[in-house]
């Protein structure tokens, strides 16, 4: 096994890069951890605060910085790259800073991992995969052809695409994730969930798209960190593993468990303009990772994981309140 001293954690201040610092933290207290993120709207230097400065070092910076980069990557024998612009309805407002922090951003990484010899983990998605029909019996797995339909999802595919082409012709030590729908704390308000329940804590009816029937395949964030520990650690250099619990929902049911573990009526709430290019349903076969890897996800009782998140927002509320009228303003403006 591969056992890294040093790694550097891109977007270690957003949702699920902060769980994974504090995974690291938790379960393997012999490797340091330097965070790099831009702290854009999504990065929030709170998500990593009191963990031991000894082991955890914060450098506020650019992925795109190439000079930036040279400094401080080497002495680092590991990446791992969550840092993205993550939001689909933003990429449709508006790609550029999508085309810049998913590609360019995952360009200048690769080029200095390339040079410093260093081992390179991407994070992305199943968003990569396109969509499925609510009836299709197949779901994504490696042999998937790369099918995305929305700027978000295009530029992590083309992220995904560079990172191959770096280990073909480079020989790079690269693997590859691709995750299905994370939950859990630190998630911006901004996304489905946590979007549901601190309106209900704000007084503020939740809001639905389409007719609510889309599914996504839910994995809580802490599955997801051992997930990509696995595969760093263990992973077959130029591989591609998929994560997932066995999570498919549809929209309308998990908004409806929202809404019943808050003491709501079950049609208390909106529903709203559909996304453009909504894709219908997202499912993952993880058979590759379990079997070759023996990973398990621990959290399988969704009920319990939404109830532990619902807590985490109505006790946290000086977190996620700050960024809460504006996120509503602007899907107000959409229609959303
Ligand atoms: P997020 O939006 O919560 O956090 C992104 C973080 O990256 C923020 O801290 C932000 O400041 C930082 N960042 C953005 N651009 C940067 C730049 N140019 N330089 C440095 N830092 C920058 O995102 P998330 O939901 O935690 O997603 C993290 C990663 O996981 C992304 O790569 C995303 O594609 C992938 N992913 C997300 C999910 C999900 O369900 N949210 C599922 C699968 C994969
Ligand atoms: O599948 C992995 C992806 O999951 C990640 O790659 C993305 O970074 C992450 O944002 C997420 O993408 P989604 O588009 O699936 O997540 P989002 O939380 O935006 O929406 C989840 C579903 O809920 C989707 O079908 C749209 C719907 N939705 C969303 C919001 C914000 C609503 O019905 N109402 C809402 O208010």
Not at 176 to 189: A, D, E, F
């Amino acid at each position: 096994d591969f056992a890294p001293k040093n790694i550097i954690v891109t977007g270690g201040c957003g949702f699920i890069g902060s769980n994974f610092v504090h995974y690291v933290v938790n379960n393997h207290p012999q490797t340091h951890v330097t965070v790099l993120d831009a702290l854009t709207y999504a990065g929030n230097i709170k998500n990593i605060e009191g963990l031991p400065e000894e082991q955890v070092e914060f450098v506020h910076g650019n992925i795109c910085d190439a000079d930036l980069l040279d400094k401080i990557v080497p002495g680092h024998d590991a990446i791992v790259h969550y840092a993205a612009e993550s939001h689909n309805d933003n990429s449709i407002e508006n790609p550029e800073p999508f085309i810049q922090s998913n590609i360019v951003g995952t360009y200048r990484l690769l080029q200095v991992a390339r040079r410093y010899d260093v081992r390179y983990h991407q994070i992305s998605t199943d968003e990569v995969y396109g969509d499925l029909a609510l009836d299709d019996p197949h779901r994504f797995t490696t042999e998937t052809p790369y099918h995305p339909s929305s700027p978000y999802s295009s530029s992590k595919a083309a992220a995904d695409m560079l990172v191959r082409a770096w280990h073909r012709t480079y020989g790079t030590r690269i693997t590859i994730s691709n995750c299905s729908n994370n939950y859990g704390p630190y998630q911006h308000v901004e996304k489905f969930i946590p979007r549901q329940i601190t309106n209900i804590l704000d007084g503020i009816r939740p809001k639905l798209y389409g007719n609510g029937l889309n599914v996504r395949d839910w994995i809580h964030t802490d599955d997801h960190s051992s997930a990509v520990w696995t595969i760093l650690t263990k992973g077959k250099i130029g591989e591609t593993y998929l994560i997932g619990a066995d999570g498919e929902k549809n929209n309308l049911t998990v908004l409806r468990e929202i809404l019943r573990a808050m003491g709501q009526p079950e049609d208390a709430f909106d529903w709203v303009k559909d996304r453009p290019g909504h894709d219908r349903r997202y499912a993952i076969d993880p058979s590759k990772l379990r079997d070759e890897l023996g990973w398990r996800p621990q959290h399988t009782d969704f009920a319990g994981g939404l109830e532990q998140t619902i807590q985490w927002y109505t006790d946290n509320r000086d977190w996620w309140e700050p960024a809460k009228a504006e996120t509503e303003a602007k899907y107000k403006r959409q229609g959303q």
